[in-house]
């Protein structure tokens, strides 16, 4: 620790002499922590503030009031629905495109950023074609008595869509960067596709599939535009929270909002928590190779 | 166990990596597939391991077809270039990991892998290393714990691909005399891909030499070291100098030199090439007849335990001639002088490449 100390310090030293005037460091940086106060930490802290702005005991009942209940309900159903589906999806996906070759692969790693390039707006507008009254499929759905737009099935695909790429993204470079190499050692000596699997594939990815599942929840959990389509803003039955909390800001009750708010304001707190472990863990199980590449 | 390669060709897009291969190691021998980049000896040994599908052709593993069988079912034991350790288990868990992932009623107890791990570690010598996380082994180290950890499944087959390419040249040396005492030992049928001629020279009892998809020669060490069937093994397998001339009926001229060459009894003032190692040249200062060539000294370098001389023939071309140290002190050779240099042993190829 000492040596890696001092040799740090040397290196500093020795860097001084390709590195950029005191000054121009000195700028660069207060203009990077000036830009990240000003638009992240100041409107963080404001949530909170707004929030706690008549006390801790208006806060709680604002969280308590039931159509809030009902918003947080429901989200966290969409989230239990989504995030899984993704995860097979993406783990699937992943696992295909980074282990094997085939034919149009690159269309499908295409296909799979299409949510991040659509408007959130537009993936909703997408079901409501398909599925609403005036849809393709709309007049057969009503006559089976099926309703998806407008309830909680349309919620939940429209959040899958928006969702999709956040597990696959994250594995298919985690996962082309370490080879097959491993896999096929595991074929040579017996272990079938399964076994490889999960005790070869999976250790190897399991930080990488966490960061991946935290951000599919928390986009999950805070998509507005695509939910807002196909939501119908139903009080107490189709609201998740991120609607919730513009119905309360629309009605003037801003205290409420702001506290409805700080739930979504609190679970990117935590995201990014365990995005920073998750990340972490990433970089030491590539630095821990099995190989010298 | 042994292995036939029958008729095998194997295309990747529109390259062509195998070209109707057709090989047999017989069982208990040790064969390196010897090759530049590009010449596809790892295709075929993937092959044969199953983790590759060829295009056409037939693998045979005792007589028996298992061109289609899959890898699990094939009982070889591979060995990666890198190693390939299962970077989340311990030098144990690798090793023990072919036992433990057997179906249940065909693996061993807990106990019988310890033993069996334990033995394994014995063998590579690193038992007290048992614990270790891959990451925490020198490189030599780990691809000692992939060969056990290979060996443990007891293997019909062990295939190796540049088993030793990653390792610095000492720990290669080393490493490679312990497989040759290995196989000694245990005598399961082994191939191994290198590029490096003197491993296959050093270490397998018999040499396919491989080019562009084809076998270019088979042979053991010395037939193909002494006897290059096509100019290819002949460059590939040490230092060579190339003299350009022609061959009529019998007789070989080049580079102001005549040589007798029987085997050319028909040919008509072909053109013909001279292959000569750069060891088989003596340096005179005088000489007596004519199989010595006039040259002139350009350089002399020492390359350990050779001297390197670097001679421009009368005509302008350059040749290599390594001599042996004592050799080298007592001519004491400087730049700018006159010498002869006679090739003690050329050999003539048309270029048709036929013999």
């Known amino acids: ?293 | 166990m042994s292995i036939d390669i029958v008729g095998i060709t194997k295309n990747f897009g529109s390259f062509t990596a195998l070209d109707q291969v057709s090989l047999s190691v017989p069982s208990g021998e040790l064969v390196a597939l010897l090759g530049p980049s590009g010449s596809g000896k790892t295709s075929l040994l993937r092959i044969i391991a199953g983790l590759e599908t060829p295009d056409s052709g037939h693998v045979l593993f005792n007589g028996e077809e298992a061109t289609n069988r899959q890898v699990q079912e094939r009982k070889v034991g591979f060995v990666f270039q890198h190693y390939a350790l299962f970077r989340h288990m311990t030098v144990y868990d690798n090793i023990a990991f072919g036992l433990t992932v057997k179906p249940k009623k065909i693996r061993p107890t807990k106990l019988d892998i310890r033993d069996k791990v334990f033995t394994l570690l014995k063998l590579i010598q690193l038992e007290q290393l048992a614990d270790r996380y891959p990451a925490q082994l020198s490189g030599g180290q780990r691809q000692r714990v992939a060969l056990a950890r290979a060996l443990a499944v007891e293997p019909q087959v062990l295939l190796l691909d540049e088993p030793f390419g990653a390792l610095d040249a000492k720990v290669r040396l080393e490493l490679r005399r312990w497989l040759r005492r290995l196989h000694d030992e245990i005598h399961v049928t082994s191939v191994f891909v290198t590029h490096d001629q003197e491993e296959a020279l050093e270490v397998a009892d018999r040499i396919v030499v491989m080019n562009q998809g084809r076998i270019e020669q088979q042979g053991t060490p010395s037939e193909v070291y002494d006897h290059p069937a096509t100019p290819f093994v002949f460059d590939f397998l040490g230092n060579v100098n190339l003299f350009q001339g022609r061959v009529h009926e019998g007789k070989a001229r080049m580079a102001g030199l005549e040589l007798a060459s029987p085997e050319f009894a028909t040919a008509h003032n072909a053109p013909a090439l001279g292959y000569v190692r750069s060891h088989d040249i003596e340096i005179e200062r005088e000489t007596l007849d004519l199989g010595a060539l006039e040259a002139e000294v350009r350089y002399v370098l020492s390359v350990g335990p050779l001297v390197r001389v670097n001679l421009a023939l009368v005509d302008g071309n350059g040749i290599e001639v390594d001599l042996a140290r004592d050799v080298a002190d007592r001519l004491r050779l400087s730049v700018g002088e006159k010498v002869f240099a006679r090739p003690r042993k050329i050999r003539v190829f048309t270029e048709d490449y036929q013999i």
């Open chain 1, 1 to 293: 620790m000492n040596v890696a100390a001092s040799l740090n310090r040397k290196n500093g030293k020795n860097g001084s002499n390709v590195s950029e005037p005191v000054w121009v460091r000195v700028l660069l940086t207060s203009v990077a922590l000036g830009f990240i106060a000003l638009f992240l930490l100041l409107p963080l802290g404001a949530v909170f503030v707004q929030a706690l702005e008549k006390g801790w005991d208006a806060y709680l009942a604002a969280l308590k009031e039931p159509d809030t209940l009902s918003a947080i309900r429901l989200t966290v159903i969409t989230a239990a629905l989504c995030v899984p589906v993704n995860l097979l999806f993406g783990i699937i996906a992943a696992w295909g495109i980074a282990k094997f070759s085939f034919p149009g692969k690159s269309l499908l790693i295409t296909l799979i950023d299409l949510p991040f390039s659509v408007s959130p707006v537009v993936s909703g507008l997408i079901y409501v074609l398909i599925f609403g009254l005036q849809g393709c499929l709309g007049p057969w759905l009503q006559a089976h008595d099926i309703k998806i737009i407008f309830a909680i099935p349309g919620i939940v695909l429209a959040t899958i869509f928006v969702t999709f790429p956040f597990v696959a993204r994250e594995l298919i470079p985690l996962m082309e960067s370490q080879g097959r190499d491993e896999e096929e050692a595991a074929l040579t000596l017996g272990a079938g596709g399964l076994q490889t699997f999960f005790r070869v594939t999976f250790p190897n990815i399991k930080w990488g599939i966490l960061y991946g599942v935290i951000l599919c929840n928390a986009r999950a959990m805070g998509e507005f535009g695509a939910v807002s389509v196909v939501s119908g803003h139903v009080r107490g039955a189709t609201n998740t929270i991120p609607l919730q909390v513009e119905i309360l800001y629309n009605e003037y009750s801003y205290a409420a909002a702001f506290a409805v708010a700080s739930l979504l304001a609190l679970l990117a707190l935590v995201t990014l928590a365990v995005k920073t472990v998750a990340e972490w863990k990433i970089h030491q199980t590539l630095a821990t190779p099995g190989s010298e590449r």
